[in-house]
């Protein structure tokens, strides 16, 4: 029997990952994740309280576990935090165990979408939008190193992105079409 996929979503914070992650899975029958929440069940706090409590190495250490781990999952669509991909390995595990889709926004676009989001540590910044340039600068080719696909997310709905996303899936073969459900009978 095949193995079931492994989907792995990476991407810069507010890029769509845990949405369409969720639509992906409801529309292929795939397990979700989501690394952050799963951070946030076992610690018990929310990943701010973490980085005020802990500092983000404290984080960065514990994301790098429970990514090892959920990567390991079959039949799972996992949406990663927007800095699971800074360590080496993590990137590693998510390129070599199954196949990592780039939700590609732009900072400017990131930056509207989350204009009102007060709850995101890396965006307490004077500027937020400075922020995000700063952050896809840097994180921009490790993303791209890790992924085997690059969905520009633009602006289309959630919908129409997991829509994208799982027939760029589809017609790589890692998803069968068979297995995919129509949105429209969902």
Same mark, same amino acid.
């Given at each position: ?7 792995f979503?990476?991407?810069l ?39 005020a ?5 404290a ?6 576990q ?19 991909? @800074? ?6 595990? !998510?390129?070599?165990? *199954?196949? &990592?889709?780039?939700?590609? #926004?732009?900072?400017? /676009? ?50 129409? @992105?997991?829509?994208?996303v799982?027939?760029? !899936?589809?017609?790589? *073969?890692? &998803?069968?079409?068979?297995? #995919?459900k129509?949105? /429209?009978?969902?």
């Amino acid at each position: 029997m095949p193995l079931k996929p492994r989907i792995f979503l990476v991407g810069l914070m507010g890029a769509g990952k845990t949405t369409v992650g969720r639509t992906l899975a409801q529309r292929t029958g795939l397990r979700f994740a989501d690394s952050d929440h799963e951070i946030e069940r076992r610690r018990g706090q929310t990943v701010s309280e973490i980085f005020a409590q802990d500092g983000e190495a404290a984080f960065r250490e514990l994301e790098q576990q429970v990514i090892d781990e959920l990567t390991r999952l079959e039949g799972v669509v996992l949406a990663t935090g927007g800095g699971a991909v @800074l360590r080496e390995p993590n990137r590693r595990a !998510l390129h070599e165990r *199954g196949t &990592v889709v780039y939700l590609r #926004a732009g900072p400017d /676009e990131l930056a509207h979408r989350m204009r009102n989001d007060r709850t995101r540590p890396l965006l307490r910044a004077a500027d937020p939008r400075a922020r995000l340039r700063e952050l896809f600068r840097q994180r921009d080719p490790l993303y791209r190193e890790c992924a085997h696909f690059v969905i520009e997310t633009g602006r289309p709905s959630p919908s129409m @992105l997991s829509q994208l996303v799982l027939a760029q !899936l589809e017609l790589a *073969g890692v &998803v069968p079409a068979e297995h #995919a459900k129509d949105p /429209e009978r969902s």
